[in-house]
């Protein structure tokens, strides 16, 4: 079973970037649809970005679209979450997550990490 660590989190300031990345272990890392989603204070937790198997199909939510781009190093067992031009509104607590089922646009995620936290002051 994957096993996956976020990290990179941190306090910025409105318009920096950071980039997270969430390392999986495990030996079938390319068979897993990963994607990130974002819980704020007092907010549902919500989907942020989601990438194929392959790293060859992704996509984005509205709030993020333009902004942060997702990508895959499957040599290296890593998702990436890069944010750019960032707002307060982008505070929240990250989670990466792997779906073992369901087709591009279905997947059902069941395995999260345990979060990192991104901070951006205004």
């Known amino acids: 079973q994957v096993r996956l660590v976020e990290s990179g989190g941190g306090l910025v300031q409105a318009g920096a970037s950071l980039r997270l990345s969430c390392a999986a272990s495990?030996?079938?890392?390319?068979?897993?649809?990963m994607g990130w989603f974002r819980q704020a204070p007092g907010k549902e937790r919500e989907f942020a970005a989601a990438?194929?198997?392959?790293?060859?199909?992704?996509r984005y939510a509205n709030s993020v679209k333009g902004r942060f781009t997702i990508s895959r190093d499957n040599s290296k067992n890593t998702v990436y979450l890069q944010m750019n031009s960032l707002k307060a509104e982008d505070t929240a607590v990250y989670y990466c997550?792997?779906?073992?089922?369901?087709?591009?646009?279905?997947?059902?995620?069941?395995?999260w990490g345990q979060g990192t936290q991104v901070t951006v002051s205004s």
């Open positions: 495990g030996r079938t890392f390319s068979t897993y649809g």
């Open positions: 990438i194929s198997r392959s790293g060859g199909s992704t």
């Open positions: 997550a792997a779906a073992s089922v369901g087709g591009w646009g279905s997947e059902q995620y069941d395995l």
